[in-house]
């Protein structure tokens, strides 16, 4: 006889039982069905935005889902609220759950062409969604740039850190070399009027030449690269954070003490390369990049490392490549999103690579989770996001968010979504095929 | 010529000597068994012809090849493949992903194929994967592949274990106490397994046993070793019946 009392669901069970309730409707909803709805949703903001949030007493759209009034202004919070359910929610939940059927259909019939025409259909509309969103304000863009050169930036470093299990903490080290080179190459080369003289070349060039600057300063990062993979043969662990450290200061005061790139003032005035589009293009090449590598053999050979470096090498796995591999990569990418930092900004100096950035990417790996594209994507925008809504407590959100990383590390070792593959071909798959059987029943 | 010869291998771990004047010549299909007391130095001649460590004096040739001086990733390469006394998995692979990395520097997409993902690369993971699962099913465990190995119980561990080493395509396998800590179910299967692959695969074995039914079973020759030595050399039955070797294990009669 089993007791009664087993069978009472607490109060837990029962929350997750209501909200899987609630979801139910929304799991035949295929990533196509999201876009779309999202597309609706930002569509609507743009026509009636400005209008409702009026009516609702706020001077402007809340610019961040209203990450930003909750310390500002708390007495607007259920305005922002409503604006929320009428703007996003709604709209979404409602176009979402009702496309479904339509969206399916198109998803089942993306399937048989190759990938790459379905990726880019997607992607295209994923555009188009952060385009609208935000085209409401100038300060949306801003941080919708930062978010994704975030990404780049958490995803190189979870190559090392979470890919391979090494502590490296030259990443802001990588990210102002690639940050200077990229620059200095903008300004020599299409920029009149600086310390560095005239534009060498027309600056109409500029723009197509920008990935050749960002490329320069990837490569230039994975040279430095070489100074922490070396010694990464030999050590591990605590001594090569050691190493690393020692080298992002290297690098941050070469800087300093370069006259050439403006000492401790750095460099301003890079041209407006670094556009919405420009920057959503690389964040989405170093995904597809990075995520490739780390689903084939080659990649997984830094877990085996990771896990156990004798048995990798019996199993015929050759350590120092994978190391140097690991180590060359991940700065290059950081290099590249260094590049793409300096040109947003459109001003850098070495204290922007300082400990500062160093804690800010190691916090967005271990908040998103180790060995995993997703978690690392997560980590990336929700750490920019919370960055940005701390942002009226000025300093003291160096408090708030080291606390949060804490809290983290003792209840998700591991980050919020660890040693996760991120599988793109299931991504774009119709949804409604899971209860085939009860689908056949009723056609 | 012996397909791996071991000549004259002496090894010190600082002042001590733990391997001495040690020889071998392992044959085509043949299947050697090396025993002793604990700390006799088994897992350290192992250790020294996978190239884990560099033998201070003496060389190790495959197939007539010097390759005592080779990285250890190399030397698994030219084939010798080998399982650990502990278990050395990798945490968070799963079981396929543990065959197919043994395979590693079989592949030939290189970089450019990793990060791009090309039709090679594509061609070549597939491949991969079919051998893989020939090797899982080779050794019982093809329903177990998409498991991540710490969920896995012990016997199909050193399953895993034994798929990995032999999808280096091995010349000699080296097996360190293939059946440690398995009970005699586990124990009669995994013997079962390994006749079966040297049958199937017909490669040359070389194993580490504590188990006397296992190594006068399975092998043909046996080597004794006592403090980095070898004392007696031969067949079971004339393993069984050598005094020394008895004395190793048992210690000297001493009249009172």
Redesign the interface.
């Known amino acids: 006889m089993t007791t009664i009392s087993a069978s009472w669901p607490t109060t837990r069970q029962r929350i997750r039982a209501a909200l899987s309730k609630l979801w139910q409707p929304y799991r035949p909803v295929p990533l196509l069905g999201w876009l779309l709805a999202a597309l609706v949703a930002v569509g609507m903001e743009q026509l009636v935005g400005l209008p409702l949030a009026r009516t609702l007493g706020m001077s402007k759209i809340p610019a961040l889902f209203g990450a930003l009034v909750v310390l500002d202004q708390p007495a607007l919070i259920p305005s922002v609220l409503l604006f929320l359910i009428l703007i996003y929610i709604l709209p979404v939940g409602i176009v979402a759950r009702f496309t479904a059927p339509f969206t399916n259909k198109i998803a089942a019939r993306l399937v048989s062409y190759p990938l790459v025409i379905t990726a880019v259909i997607h992607l295209l509309l994923l555009y188009a969604v952060l385009h609208i969103w935000c085209d409401i304000s100038d300060y949306r863009v801003l941080v919708a740039r930062m978010a994704m050169i975030a990404i780049i930036l958490t995803l190189s470093l979870n190559v090392v850190n979470g890919y391979m299990g090494e502590f490296s903490c030259s990443h802001p080290g990588f990210m102002a070399l690639g940050a200077y080179v990229a620059s200095v190459f903008t300004l020599v080369f299409f920029v009149s009027e600086n310390q560095f003289g005239e534009a060498l070349v027309p600056p109409a060039l500029g723009p197509f030449l920008f990935p050749l600057a960002l490329i320069l300063g990837g490569l230039v990062a994975a040279v430095g690269a070489l100074l922490v993979a070396i010694p990464s043969f030999r050590t591990r662990g605590d001594y090569l954070a050691i190493i690393s450290l020692a080298f992002m200061f290297i690098v941050k005061s070469l800087f300093e003490n370069l006259e050439i790139v403006g000492g401790a003032r750095g460099i301003s005035n890079q041209p407006n390369y670094a556009s919405l589009p420009v920057v959503f293009a690389w964040t989405v090449l170093a995904i597809w990049i990075i995520n490739n590598f780390v689903r084939s053999t080659m990649g997984k050979a830094l877990n085996a490392v990771r896990d156990d470096e004798l048995a990798a090498t019996a199993m015929t796995v050759d350590t120092r490549k994978t190391k140097m591999t690991a180590f060359l990569f991940a700065a290059f990418w950081a290099g590249v999103a260094g590049g793409l930092f300096a040109h947003v900004l459109r001003y850098i100096n070495p204290d922007s690579f300082g400990i500062r950035k160093l804690a800010e990417v190691l916090a967005m790996v271990y908040f998103g989770g180790l060995n995993s594209v997703t978690g690392s994507i997560v980590g990336a925008v929700g750490l920019t996001m919370i960055s940005e809504a701390l942002r009226p407590l000025e300093i003291y959100k160096w408090i708030i968010i080291p606390i949060m990383l804490i809290l983290i590390m003792i209840f998700r070792p591991t980050g919020l979504i660890a040693f996760t593959e991120f599988n793109v071909e299931r991504l774009f798959l119709p949804k409604d095929k899971a209860p085939e059987g009860a689908e056949d029943a009723t056609a | 010529m012996p397909l791996l010869e071991v000549r004259k291998m002496t090894h010190y771990f600082g002042g001590l000597r733990a391997v001495n004047n040690y020889n071998l010549a392992v044959e085509r299909e043949q299947v050697r068994g090396l025993i002793g007391p604990n700390g006799a130095g088994k897992t350290t001649i192992f250790n020294l012809i ?1 190239g ?1 460590y560099h033998p201070t004096e003496g060389n190790i040739l495959l197939e007539g090849e010097d390759i005592t001086r080779l ?3 190399q030397i ?2 030219r084939g010798l493949g ?1 399982t ?1 006394q502990n278990l ?6 799963s079981v396929l ?1 543990h065959v ?8 030939t ?3 450019a ?5 090309t039709a090679k ?1 594509v061609n070549e ?1 597939k491949a ?1 994967d079919a051998l893989a699962m020939e090797l899982l099913e080779l050794v019982g465990i093809p329903h177990l592949a998409d498991q991540i190995v710490t969920n896995l119980p012990y016997g199909a561990q050193r399953r895993v274990e034994l798929a ?2 032999l ?2 395509e091995p010349k000699v396998l080296f097996l360190d106490e293939p059946t440690a800590g398995m009970n005699p179910e586990e124990l009669i299967q995994m013997m079962d397994i390994i006749r079966r692959v040297h049958r199937e695969i017909g490669l040359a074995i070389f194993l580490i046993e504590h188990r006397m039914k296992v190594v006068m079973e399975l092998c043909e020759i046996i080597q004794t070793l006592n403090f980095g030595e070898v004392i007696a050399e031969g067949t079971p039955e004339e393993i069984r019946n050598n005094p020394l070797v008895i004395e190793a294990y048992l210690g000297k009669e001493v009249v009172l």
Not at chain 2, 88 to 93: F, G
Not at chain 2, 100 to 107: E, G, I, N, T
Not at chain 2, 113 to 117: D, E, I, P, R, S
Request: charged share 30%.
């Open positions: 996978t884990v990285e250890t990733n698994a390469d080998r650990f050395r998995l990798w945490r968070y692979l992903d197919k990395m043994a395979r590693y520097s079989k592949l997409y290189g970089l194929g990793a990060f791009f993902g690369r993971e991969t990995r080493a999808a280096t």
